[in-house]
């Protein structure tokens, strides 16, 4: 089901809405990283029946919808869905930790 057949508007910032709320929950079902191409975004956007830009994106995070998205660059990043950036664990660290594991087990 859309959310436009709850709200009853057909306007293109409930298409984006929608859009972005779509890749908000995949972000977090799969821990992703909380952004996507911009370009992407606008093709899939108009794929959908909302008629954007990157000016009338730029436009929505802006207003109505700055608590789901902003535009940075050519990428939309996500708020409050995913990593910002995947963390690395240093190989030192990982050594570090495998060792401890392995002398906590030869104990038992």
Known sequence: MR???????NNNATKVAALAEFFRGRIQDTN????????TFIHLANQQGASV???SLIDMSQRELGEMFNVEGDKIVFKGAGRSDPEEMPVDKA??????????????
């Open 3 to 9: 959310v436009v057949e709850f709200t009853g508007s």
């Open 32 to 39: 992703a990283k909380n952004q996507i191409d911009l370009e």
């Open 53 to 55: 830009s990157k000016r």
């Open 95 to 108: 050594e570090q930790i495998v060792k401890k594991a392995a002398k906590r087990a030869m104990k038992k």
